[in-house]
T-cell receptor, first 112, second 113 residues
Framework: DGGITQSPKYLFRKEGQNVTLSCEQN?????MYWYRQDPGQGLRLIYY???????QKGDIAEGYSVSREKKESFPLTVTSAQKNPTAFYLC???????????FGPGTRLTVL | GDSVTQMEGPVTLSEEACLTI???????????LFWYVQYPGEGLQLLLK?????DKGSNKGFEATYRKETTSFHLEKGSVQVSDSAVYFC????????????FGKGITLSVRP
């Protein structure tokens, strides 16, 4: 089945540690996106990538980093510089004709 | 810049009641409009979309019409079910913005039996 997978579903880390969230898609989508969702708020864009080996900062990129070495994969690293990393992280992608974004199931990160 | 405004929530309805969730937008170009639904603990699912003025998107009994004159995209359903309980997000995609989505804050709908 085609879709977007994110792993793990739940992630716990100690304060000060970097952590990498996985996002993989087999939809042949060119563009991929990372969002952060906090309780009672909408989604905020962290980073996005329109094509392999290229990515741009979104609205809240500070404390995060990404890479796009393969079309299928767009991992997000939450660094120790992110002041408040506990949140629900969602990955999304769009098809080549710039249709709607499709979302993965999300990763809930808790920093202890 | 682009923005999406949704009505304040949460909303609680009885089963079979009518639903309207208001959404208005501000955009510089001619955006595409979307409604997404999020069930507890899950990612967002596309519910419906409209790409130009007067288009009506529909899915699972939900409808929304792209109204350019009022810059609105209100979500409606004639008879809600308990299984419709979720968070609903209105969003727009401006063609000049690399397909980035701008979201409203979302509204929680609870349907009681």
């Amino acid at each position: 089945d085609g879709g977007i997978t994110q792993s793990p579903k739940y992630l716990f880390r100690k304060e000060g540690q970097n952590v990498t969230l996985s996002c993989e898609q087999n939809l042949n989508h060119d563009a991929m996106y990372w969002y952060r969702q906090d309780p009672g708020q909408g989604l905020r864009l962290i980073y996005y990538s329109q094509i392999v080996n290229d990515f741009q900062k979104g609205d809240i990129a500070e404390g995060y980093s990404v890479s796009r070495e393969k079309k299928e994969s767009f991992p997000l690293t939450v660094t120790s510089a992110q002041k408040n990393p506990t949140a629900f992280y969602l990955c999304a992608s769009t098809d080549p004709t710039r249709g709607p974004q499709y979302f993965g199931p999300g990763t809930r990160l808790t920093v202890l | 810049g682009d923005s999406v405004t949704q009505m304040e929530g949460p909303v609680t309805l009885s089963e079979e009641a009518c639903l309207t969730i208001n959404c208005t937008y501000t955009a510089t170009g001619y955006p595409s409009l979307f409604w997404y639904v999020q069930y507890p603990g899950e990612g967002l699912q596309l519910l419906l979309k409209a790409t130009k003025a007067d288009d009506k998107g529909s899915n699972k009994g939900f409808e929304a019409t792209y109204r350019k004159e009022t810059t609105s995209f209100h979500l409606e359903k004639g008879s809600v079910q308990v299984s419709d309980s979720a968070v609903y997000f209105c969003a727009l995609s401006d063609p000049g913005a690399n397909s980035k989505l701008t979201f409203g804050k979302g509204i929680t709908l609870s349907v009681r039996p």
